[in-house]
């Protein structure tokens, strides 16, 4: 591991190192033809707050190549699960001591960084222990990283800077891309779009989207629907406003009998047709949470990970040697994959993306991909899909399937001549690149160098 800059912060009457490096090498990983780097940034108001990154660079021409910052939602969960199960370089093996090459990474063309944001999260920390945050402060303070980060790396400043991110990354990413627009004067970024998986970009129509979701999936009762549709709805469900019924009325409860079957009832929230793992972390959380705020446990909160086993990557980042080789503190906790005191305690500012991505889409001329795993039940397709047609923008191509490896790989819809995609991914849950490596492949490349869908 070789120094590259080396930073003192002063805070409170003490000092904090900050340091960046490149990592030589990685344990358990095979030889690589690019370079990483990871650290920290110090950002925050009163600067006390420490997030760590690892940036990857391409394996094809960094110098040209364009430069993504990849967000993890939650609020609270790390990206470099992501790094290490989705879209990385490497895939963590079983046995959560070494990693195998990744023959569908992102980074075959891109330079990326992952961000492991709000402090609290993951590696990053909080200097006096202060990790209370919200959306926007979320989103000031990963703007102070970007600006920290095309400082020290001013050489990929000029490249095309897209905002990527996943689940609740539906809030994060459009607030960021505002954030940016706004403080352009201040600090300029080459920013050409923003992409999205599985996101979390409405509240209201996720409630909505996965009542019908899990009813069109067999899940639930027949009479019981009959009923609802016609007490609740006036018999026409399609536009029927879920979210605004009292917990206390019949319809009401209903909702939440369904959102409970969802994310309570035995189903792996991240991919219905996929075993769970294990069900005992989901349901102490909503029990925790339910005794915390005295209100049922609703799935807008996405503390923790439930039927998934994240026991290899968890495993791989605690070991002395990857930590060592990642500049990490030695006064830092064990390393783990959700904060459920950030998700208990984050202040949800934003219900609906709308207005942010018609900003970024209409008035600056960004491009946007969202794309979600048909079998999703945390941020199902459909919300994606009512999402994306009401944000009321020209069709350019109705929707169509697309090949991957002489398969369907799933559906897209265009629209503003193509400026605007949404792509379902046939058989994918909630983390795409994991389920289907090569659909999500062929879908960024697309993307991002505007190739046929």
Request: charged share 15%.
């Amino acid at each position: 591991m070789v120094s590259r800059t080396l930073a003192l912060v002063a805070l409170l009457g003490l000092a904090y190192v900050c340091e960046s490096a490149l990592i030589s090498n990685l344990p358990g990983a095979p030889a690589v033809n690019f370079k990483q780097y990871s650290g920290y940034y110090n950002v925050g108001t009163k600067k006390n707050h420490m997030l760590h990154y690892w940036f990857v660079e391409s394996q094809n021409n960094p110098a040209t190549d364009p430069v993504l910052l990849w967000l993890t939602g939650g609020p609270g969960c790390s990206g470099l699960s992501a790094l290490l199960t989705e879209w990385g370089p490497w895939n963590v093996n079983k046995d959560g001591a070494t990693l195998s090459n990744n023959p569908h990474s992102w980074n075959k063309n891109a330079s990326i960084l992952t961000l492991e944001a709000p402090a609290g999260v993951g590696y990053s920390y909080a200097t006096d222990n202060n990790i209370s945050t919200g959306d926007d402060q979320t989103a000031s303070e990963n703007w102070e990283a970007l600006v920290a980060f095309f400082t020290e790396f001013a050489q990929y400043k000029g490249n095309e800077f897209y905002v990527t991110g996943e689940s609740y990354g539906g809030i994060y990413v459009p607030t960021l891309v505002q954030t940016i627009l706004d403080r352009q004067n201040q600090f300029h970024m080459n920013l050409k779009g923003l992409a999205i998986g599985n996101g979390c970009v409405s509240a209201n129509e996720g409630t909505d989207s996965l009542v019908n979701f899990l009813y069109a999936h067999g899940v639930v009762d027949q009479a019981k629907w009959n009923q609802m549709k016609g007490s609740c709805c006036h018999n026409d469900t399609d536009d029927c406003p879920w979210h605004s019924f009292s917990e206390f009325s019949s319809c009401g409860e209903f909702v939440e009998t369904v959102e409970q079957t969802a994310w309570n009832g035995g189903l792996n929230p991240y991919n219905m047709y996929a075993d769970c793992v294990s069900t005992s972390a989901s349901f102490r959380f909503a029990m925790e949470y339910e005794r915390r705020f005295n209100k049922k446990y609703q799935p807008s909160e996405l503390g923790v990970v439930p039927c998934l086993d994240e026991s290899p990557v968890t495993n791989y980042l605690n070991r002395q040697d990857v930590r060592k080789a990642l500049g990490i503190p030695s006064s830092l906790p064990q390393w783990e994959i959700c904060n459920n005191a950030i998700s208990y305690g984050y202040k949800r500012q934003y219900g609906d993306m709308t207005s942010r991505v018609l900003n970024a889409v209409n008035n600056n001329n960004l491009k946007m991909m969202l794309y979600n795993g048909d079998v999703d039940l945390a941020c199902n397709a459909l919300m994606g899909q009512r999402f994306t047609d009401k944000l009321g923008l020209t069709l350019y191509k109705k929707k169509a399937h697309f090949y991957v490896d002489g398969q369907i790989g799933g559906y897209v819809t265009r629209y503003k001549n193509g400026q605007v995609n949404f792509a379902t991914v046939r058989g994918a849950g909630h983390m795409v690149p994991t389920d289907k490596p090569s659909v999500a492949d062929h879908l960024i490349q697309a993307f991002l160098f505007n190739k046929a869908f």
